[in-house]
């Protein structure tokens, strides 16, 4: 059996609880106005990007309801939300397989469709920017996901082989990005992307507690 070169993760979802907290910023202020903005809605565009993300919404909350803030307001709530329920710790079992891998010197990654100035210190905030030893985000890249960009610059950046390495991701779009950059994939899904169509992840776990080196080479 080859041995496990490195284990690439996504940053948003996997590292940081932060797709819930994105949701629920923008969710509060439809709710204020009298309507529903659901899960379903939300669930397709997680792994992607898109610019005027929040503004989209903004566009459809006042197509929807006459009682819609105004832009500088809705923009201005939905980030003292976003700041008020976005965790400060990483998601459960995160910092303990990191720290398994660097005791084993198995290097890290994270690779994100989202912005530097986003992940970069988001991860320092949390603690565990030391733990990785590649950043690479999606505006250093010539495609997002699902292109397998990010994964293959990880990997190159880390000079190991993209076939002995494991993405652990909790998307769709992350998943084919993953698997077309021939990683073997781990799925850890949260309560927005249940929906997502994850059968191509060689391995799928509710959470990063249930992973450890040893399971992670054996999908090699």
Do not use: N
């Amino acid at each position: 059996m080859p041995p496990l070169a490195a284990v690439v993760f996504d940053f948003d979802g996997i590292v940081l609880d932060s797709e819930t907290s994105e949701f629920e910023s923008h969710r509060r202020i439809y709710e204020r106005c009298g309507v529903a903005l659901t899960a379903d809605e939300w669930c397709d565009q997680i792994g992607l990007w898109a610019e005027g993300h929040d503004e989209r919404w903004f566009l459809q909350l006042r197509e929807r309801s006459a009682r819609a803030p105004d832009r500088a307001e809705y923009h201005a709530e939905k980030r003292r939300i976003f700041d008020e329920v976005v965790p400060g710790a990483p998601m459960r079992g995160i910092r303990e397989l990191l720290t398994e891998l660097a005791a084993a010197r198995v290097p890290s990654a994270i690779a994100s469709t989202s912005p530097s100035s986003w992940v970069v210190p988001e991860a320092e905030r949390i603690g565990v920017r030391s733990l990785f030893g590649v950043i690479v985000s999606g505006d250093q890249v010539a495609r997002r996901k699902p292109a397998p960009d990010v994964y293959l610059e990880a990997a190159r950046r880390l000079g190991v082989d993209p076939a002995r390495s494991i993405a652990i991701e909790d998307s769709g779009p992350g998943i084919a990005a993953a698997r077309a950059a021939g990683m073997k994939t781990v799925a850890i899904p949260h309560a927005l992307t249940e929906r997502h169509d994850l059968s191509g992840a060689d391995l799928r776990v509710a959470h990063a507690g249930e992973l450890t080196l040893a399971r992670l080479a054996r999908l090699l």
